[in-house]
Structure formats: structure tokens, C-alpha cells
């Protein structure tokens, strides 16, 4: 079955370090993909999405992801941590163009001072 | 504003006391699909409509219902609520037949059922 993982539960990172929140997708179909930011008791906000153009995706508050098909991965990065980047983030996939979204089981990103 | 609007935003409730949770988009999105979301396990699907009066099962189904009556509202709803249903859900929307611009989510539903 087509799978998402993200590795870890949670991250931490000083502020001002880079962010680096992993994920890998299961098929060998490229997807198209996702990168979601959930704050605290808020719903899910579109951070950067994958759809087979450049393979290098900038999105918003600084973060931009990269597809790597030899890896079957989408890591999402920023540069420098602000204390407002602590939520959660999800990587998710999608196989046909208005179908089912597959979520990992998300990161923690913790921003320490 | 384009939205999705999930009501109520908290709910909690007792054992076999049935409920529904109405959610609502106003950007005329074919596809509609409702997720529930526990620590550790990510969001799973539970419904999803491609369109009016069609609707298919997602991952998790069992001991939901919804319907899809007006391409607009997507409602959820628990015949017979249990404890292993308390869950954060989310509703989304998205357009059927264009590139994946990802989903529109609503706010959530924070469930407990006692």
C-alpha cells in the first residue's frame, strides 16, 4: 500500500538553526506532494506543494522542500528557525489529480530559544 | 473569503447519542472527504465525495455516515458515537479534475464522547 513517513516524532532546534524535517514516500510513481503546518489549535494550512515542475519547491515563512526521485523523498527545510515556526507539520502524497491526500503521521517541530 | 466551515468546534457527548457535525465550503469543489486525526497515526480518511450524491469509503469508515446532497455541505455524521471515536476531525475540499492544488481544510471538530 502507498505509505508516507516522516522520520521522527519531533524535532527540536535552537532558534536561528536550520529545520530539517524529513520525509519518504512508498511507490515508485512520482506523486505529487505536500507540506502541511497545523498550529496549535488550528486547522491545516498549505506550506508547499510538489506537481512534477521544479523539483526545488519554495513555499511560505521561508521553507522550500526539494524532490528527490532516486531518494523517493521531499525533505522540508528552512534555513533559520523563528519561535513562530513551533506547530506540527505534515508531509502528505497524492496519485491522481483530485483524489486522496495519504498523511504521515507528522513532526513536532519545537523552536527553543 | 473562500472556506471551509466546520460547526460545531468542540463537542462532547455521551455513548449511543447520536450527532452530526455539518461542514460546508463556498468554493464549488467537486471533491469533499472528511479526515479524523490521532497522535502518533497522521490524518485518515474516513469519507470522501467526488461529487453530489456520490460518496465512497476512506481507510476508516466504520461507525460513520455521511451524505452528499447539495455540492456545498458534506456533513458527518455518528449514528451511535463510541469512545474510540473521540478525535480532532477535519473537513476538506478540493477541485476534482485540476492539477492537486492541495486541500482546503476547515478548522476541526474537537470530539469526546463520555
Known amino acids: 500500500a502507498q505509505s508516507v513517513t516522516q522520520l521522527g516524532s519531533h524535532v527540536s532546534v535552537s532558534e536561528g538553526a536550520l529545520v530539517l524535517l524529513r520525509c519518504n514516500y512508498s511507490?515508485?510513481?512520482?506523486?505529487?506532494l505536500f507540506w502541511y503546518v497545523q498550529y496549535p489549535n488550528q486547522g491545516l494550512q498549505l506550506l508547499l506543494k510538489?506537481?512534477?515542475?521544479?523539483?526545488l519547491v519554495k513555499g511560505i515563512n521561508g521553507f522550500e522542500a526539494e524532490f528527490k526521485k532516486s531518494e523517493t523523498s521531499f525533505h522540508l527545510t528552512k534555513p533559520s528557525a523563528h519561535m513562530s515556526d513551533a506547530a506540527e507539520y505534515f508531509c502528505?502524497?497524492?496519485?491522481?489529480?483530485?483524489?486522496?491526500?495519504?498523511f504521515g503521521q507528522g513532526t513536532e517541530l519545537s523552536v527553543k530559544p | 473569503e473562500a472556506q471551509v466551515t466546520q460547526n460545531p468546534r468542540y463537542l462532547i457527548t455521551v455513548t449511543g447519542k447520536k450527532l452530526t457535525v455539518t461542514c460546508s465550503q463556498n468554493?464549488?469543489?467537486?471533491?469533499m472527504s472528511w479526515y479524523r486525526q490521532d497522535p502518533g497515526l497522521g490524518l485518515r480518511q474516513i469519507y470522501y465525495?467526488?461529487?453530489?450524491?456520490?460518496?465512497d469509503k476512506g481507510d476508516v469508515p466504520e461507525g460513520y455516515k455521511v451524505s452528499r446532497k447539495e455540492k456545498r455541505n458534506f456533513p458527518l455524521i455518528l449514528e451511535s458515537p463510541s469512545p474510540n471515536q473521540t478525535s480532532l476531525y477535519f473537513c476538506?475540499?478540493?477541485?476534482?479534475?485540476?492539477?492537486?492544488?492541495?486541500?482546503?481544510f476547515g478548522s476541526g471538530t474537537r470530539l469526546t464522547v463520555v
Open positions: 502528505a502524497v497524492s496519485y491522481n489529480q483530485g483524489g486522496k491526500l495519504i
Open positions: 511507490s515508485s510513481v512520482p506523486p505529487y
Open positions: 476538506a475540499s478540493s477541485w476534482r479534475d485540476r492539477l492537486p492544488y492541495g486541500y482546503t
Open positions: 510538489y506537481t512534477s515542475a521544479a523539483t
Open positions: 465525495s467526488m461529487n453530489v450524491e456520490v460518496t
Open positions: 468554493m464549488n469543489h467537486e471533491y
